[in-house]
């Protein structure tokens, strides 16, 4: 199993609609939880992070963490072409007392015009 | 968010030769960095750990002497491709992690795209 899951997509959402991206991780002491999205051809940028269960808005975003389930996500409302990009769902976990943040292998979303 | 800067952008060297990237944290001090490396169309792979003052720490298949890393400041980590071949070509992206008491994150600077003739 690996240590952070997503469905790589891609995921098609008409413009306008609600994208939900899903996310679930192995590790059930991870504190930290973050979204990235990445561009074509450019780096990550972080986008939205959650420490605690429940949902935390931030404008159109909005992520969600159930620890009990260890399942995380991020949806995405009023979706614009412009949000197509690749998802990277992120969580920070233990190893050998070394703190390190394990990244997904990334969600393909297209907003369809 | 906090701001990691990268240089240069892009790099076109020949083969054998060795090309050093600089990742800089402009706003905070970070004293972990990481490095990651990806090939088009294919996931970010964490290549090392680079930790201020001590030793990197190298992924399983990563060689050290072949990508070597320098965390000497606060502010700065340095990758250095060694004898870079065609293979190494890809997408260097350096992140830095901020602490904020018991929280933390990371922050991707832009990425180097390396091409190696």
């Known amino acids: 199993q690996k240590e952070v899951e997503q469905n790589s997509g891609p995921l098609s959402v008409p413009e306008g609609a609600i994208a939900s991206l899903n996310c679930t991780y192995s590790?059930?002491?991870?504190?930290?939880f973050f979204w990235y999205r990445q561009y074509s051809g450019k780096s990550p940028e972080l986008i939205m992070s959650?420490?605690?269960?429940g949902d935390k808005e931030d404008g159109r975003f909005t992520a969600q963490l159930n620890k009990a389930s260890q399942y995380v996500s991020l949806l995405i409302r009023d979706s614009q072409p412009s949000d197509s990009a690749t998802y990277l769902c992120?969580?920070?976990?233990?190893?050998?007392?070394?703190?390190?943040?394990?990244f997904g292998s990334g969600t393909r979303l297209s907003i369809r015009p | 968010g906090a701001v990691v800067s990268q240089h240069p952008s892009w790099v076109i060297c020949k083969s054998g030769t060795s090309v050093k990237i600089e990742c800089r944290s402009l706003?905070?001090?970070?004293?972990?960095m990481f490095w990651y490396r990806q090939f088009p169309k294919q996931s970010l792979m964490l290549m090392a750990t680079?930790?201020?003052?001590?030793?990197?720490?190298?992924e399983q298949g990563v060689e050290k002497d072949k990508f070597l890393i320098n965390h000497a400041s606060l502010t700065l980590s340095t990758l250095t491709v060694t004898s870079a071949h065609p293979e190494d070509s890809s997408f260097y992206i350096c992140?830095?992690?901020?602490?904020?008491?018991?929280?933390?994150?990371?922050?991707f600077g832009p990425g180097t795209r390396l091409l190696v003739l």
């Open positions: 680079s930790n201020e003052g001590s030793k990197a720490t190298y």
């Open positions: 590790d059930r002491v991870s504190q930290s």
């Open positions: 959650i420490y605690s269960n």
């Open positions: 992140s830095a992690r901020l602490l904020a008491g018991r929280q933390e994150t990371q922050y």
């Open positions: 706003d905070f001090q970070a004293t972990t």
């Open positions: 992120a969580v920070n976990t233990r190893r050998s007392s070394a703190s390190k943040i394990i």
